[in-house]
Structure formats: C-alpha cells, structure tokens
C-alpha cells in the first residue's frame, strides 16, 4: 500500500546541491542573455536598453522567494489541497477566455492581467496538474493499472484542459500537457497496450487540429522547407539557423550578436537559445544542455528513490516536474534548430516572461523540498 505522508521518513536539512546548482546556473545565464538579446528592442520600444532585464530580475526574485517558501512547506500540504488547485486552474483557463478579463497579445487570448501583471494560466495548470495527477495515481493506484475506466478518467480532464487551451490558443502548452501526463501514467505502471493505443489516438487527434488552422499548417510547412518562402513563414527560423551557425566553437561572443538587431523576433523569449548560440557558441550550448540534464536526471533520481521508500505521491510528482521541465526545454531547443515546428514555448528559468519562471522556480523548489523531507542522498 502506497505510504501516506505525514512526517519525514528520515529527519534532515540535507539539500539536494546540483539541482540548486543547475538551476541558479541557468536562471542566471537566463538574466544575463535577456539583457544581451533584449537592449535593442528596449531602447527603441521604451528608451531604456535594459528594460526587460530589469523586468526579468523582479520575476526571478519572486520566483526564488516562492521557491524558498515552497522548500519549508510539507509536501503532505499539495496532497491535500492538489484537487482544489486543479479547479483553481481551471477557472483561469476559462476567466482568460472572457474578452473583459483576458489580455490579448499577437493574437492569442493567453494572458490574465493581475494588479499590473500580466499571468499565463497555462504555466499554472501545467504545475496544477501534475499535482492532482499524483494524487489520482495515489487514491486510483490499482484501478490504473488494471482498467481502462482508470486510465480515461485523467484523460477526460486534461481533454478538458487542453480544449480550453486550444481556444485561446496555445498548442505549445497543450502539447507539454498531453506528454507530461501520458509519461505520469506510463510510469506509474499503466499497461503498455493501453498507452500506445492512447499515444496513437492523442497523436491523430493531434493531427487533426493541426490540419484545421491554416497557420498551424503554413508552420509546419515552413518548418520541413523554410527556404520555400524565406521572406515570410520560413523567415524566423532561416534567421535562427543562421544565428546558430554563426556561433561556430566559441560564438562570436557576449553581445556581439547580429541576428539579434531586428533579423531575428522574439530573441528574448521563444528565441533566446539561437542568439546564446551564437555569441557563446557550441561550447555555450553543450553547457545550456548538461545543466538542464542534470536537472531533469536529479529529478528523476529523486523519484526513484522516493518511490522505493513507498512515497509515491511525492514520486510521481517530481517525475511530473522532471518530465515538464526536460519536455518544454527540449521542444524549444529543437525549434530553435529546426527540429521541430514552431511552439511558442519558453526556455524554463532562461527565456523572458514572469509565468515561466515563477512557476519553473516553484517546480524546482517542490523537488528540492521532496528531496529534503523524504530522502538523504
């Protein structure tokens, strides 16, 4: 039976060190690149070439001070509430859509405006979920494992989700959701046979919406061939090759940039990765990708030790965390490549936008506050 959470198994104040590490290792390359990618633009939209930098610094300190909160908070605490978070995130998927409450930016009704800040619903239902999906494969163990009315039950909600997501749009989000769940549910035992048959129908359902709106096609023909219409679909990601090719071994170094001077948008938030790429270089990209390993395996790690102690709910929630944040990163590294289409998706902790980082900073501070209240490694 799995062990419910009540009091630490092994009372210790050990933190996990690689994971803090990693994390501020990003965040502050994050801060650093925001500022090289986003002066120009400031300047000519505010006058101030170090506007979003400032901006960015106020997120990250409030994403860390959840996150330090989040680490003094017994996960026993998300156990319980995790089902009225999950209704909490709902309705701010809804209130988005009301054209009196939602703030429309490049044509996508994704963002609430709160006291002054603009908030993305879809980051929280992305931690909102994973937090009562834990909870669901904790209470409804053996009935995931053994039926099908197990399995369809978290897919009816995030069928939910993502139909909401999808009206604002955003599909990059609705992705990350469909594959950080059907990972939850594949590592929490869910039959092979069940999986793949829910992967084949998700993947054609996926399909089918792609094939419904014509820019979600013009993407991805651009994205298979951009060079069939440089100048207008394929531009952004022909800018990004070049932008990345330029950075050779060593990049053309910090600030140097040419992509970033009105060749390349959004080189601050979706694009971010393409300029480090080229003012750091190979050399910069190897170290963006091994810290973000290190995060996703400290992750996972964490959760294989939890789940052998027989804390699953904690288990399956740093999996979740693990799997959203390796997903999202990888999705926009490829994009940024041209390995993928185009997402409209954030690099977590690096890329600038106040939802992402808070909400990644208090994902991190979930896995560190696990580790520390279950596990000593």
């Known amino acids: 039976m799995p062990k419910a959470i009540s009091e630490p198994a092994i009372p ?7 994971l803090i590490f ?43 001070t959840l996150a330090i909160i989040i680490t003094q908070i017994p996960i026993r605490f998300w156990q319980w509430i995790n089902v009225s978070l999950l209704l909490i995130g709902i309705t701010t998927l809804i209130l988005v859509l009301i054209p009196s409450l939602g703030h429309e930016v490049n044509g996508s009704m994704r963002w609430l405006k709160l006291a002054g800040f603009n908030f993305q619903p879809s980051e929280l239902i992305k931690l909102f979920m994973i937090l009562y999906l834990s909870g669901y494969l904790v209470r409804r163990s053996d009935e995931v494992r053994s039926t099908w009315r197990g399995f369809i039950k978290p897919m009816a909600i995030v069928c939910l989700i993502t139909s909401l997501l999808l009206l604002e749009p955003d ?29 084949l129908v998700i993947g054609f359902a996926l399909t089918i919406i792609i094939l419904i709106a014509p820019y979600r096609v013009e993407r991805l023909t651009s994205f298979v061939n951009p060079w069939t219409d440089p100048f207008n679909s394929g531009f952004q990601l022909i800018q990004s090759l070049i932008a990345i090719g330029r950075g050779e071994l060593w990049g053309v170094g910090l600030g140097n940039s040419i992509q970033k001077l009105a060749y390349l948008p959004e080189v601050h938030t979706d694009f971010l990765f393409a300029i480090l790429a080229e003012e750091l270089g190979l050399m910069g990209v190897i170290t963006i990708i091994s810290l973000f390993t290190i995060i996703v395996l400290r992750a996972f790690t964490i959760a294989l030790k939890i789940e052998r102690l027989g804390y699953y709910y904690a288990a399956y929630t740093s ?21 993928l289409p185009t997402k409209g998706l954030t690099l977590p902790l690096m890329s600038y936008g106040g939802s992402s980082m808070i909400i990644t900073c ?15 490694l």
């Open 12 to 18: 210790t104040t050990s933190y996990d060190y690689y």
């Open 22 to 64: 990693s994390s501020l290792c990003l965040l502050l390359l994050g801060l650093i690149m925001v500022a090289s990618t986003s002066m120009n633009l400031a300047q000519t939209q505010f006058n101030q070439p170090l506007y979003y930098f400032w901006k960015q610094c106020q997120y990250s300190s409030i994403g860390v």
């Open 171 to 199: 599909y990059g989000a609705t992705v990350v959701l469909f594959a950080t769940v059907l990972g939850m549910l594949f590592l929490a035992g869910v039959p092979l046979r069940q999986f793949i048959i829910w992967v």
């Open 319 to 339: 999996y979740g965390i693990g799997l959203s944040i390796g997903l999202q990163a990888s999705i926009n590294l490829g994009v940024n490549m041209g390995l």
């Open 362 to 376: 208090i994902m991190i501070g979930l896995v560190i506050r696990i580790h520390r209240e279950l596990i000593v």
